[in-house]
């Protein structure tokens, strides 16, 4: 039976990790604060109550994001915890039915359980790797509005 899932990556597509002043020395320096401090990159209400919605009627609604790209064992749980606050920060009434945060570069579609979903993802290159439907993250809410 296929499931009707829909999944966002984080950075880039829904927080605005590249609007920090500094993110990248900050990174480089093992700093996850740019993952905790990021502002949303659309109107979390209306997010939050479309996948509310959404999720009342069966769809699976995940998360699947990478950790940083210069990376030890004790920055990717800080990396993890600071994703995780951020997403109960800014969606706290979503549900979710799945949150994976794994190694920078790991295929997406290889990690999830519906890789025949819905992909929201700034990255070109995973949006072309993904086994279901990709869209660009200026496409969410009019996609979301249309399902």
Avoid at 66 to 75: D, F, G, H, P, R
Avoid at 95 to 118: H, L
Wanted: proline content about 4%; glycine content about 4%.
């Amino acid at each position: 039976m296929r499931m009707n899932a829909i999944y966002f990556d984080m950075d880039g597509t829904i927080a605005n990790l590249y609007g920090n002043p500094n993110w990248l020395d900050m990174l480089r320096n093992f700093d996850p604060t740019p993952y905790a401090t990021a502002e949303p990159l659309l109107n979390m209400n209306s997010l939050a109550r479309k996948l509310n919605a959404l999720r009342r009627m069966g769809w699976h609604i995940g998360i699947v994001s990478w950790l940083s790209k210069e990376s030890t064992a004790e920055y990717d749980i800080a990396v993890t915890e600071a994703k995780k606050r951020w997403l109960n920060r800014h969606l706290h009434s979503v549900e979710w039915d799945e949150i994976v945060i794994v190694p920078y570069g790991t295929p997406k579609q290889n990690i999830v359980q519906f890789a025949d979903g819905i992909l929201f993802d700034d990255e070109e290159r995973n949006r072309n790797a993904w086994t279901g439907t990709a869209y660009d993250v200026n496409e969410i809410l009019s996609i979301l509005r249309s399902l």
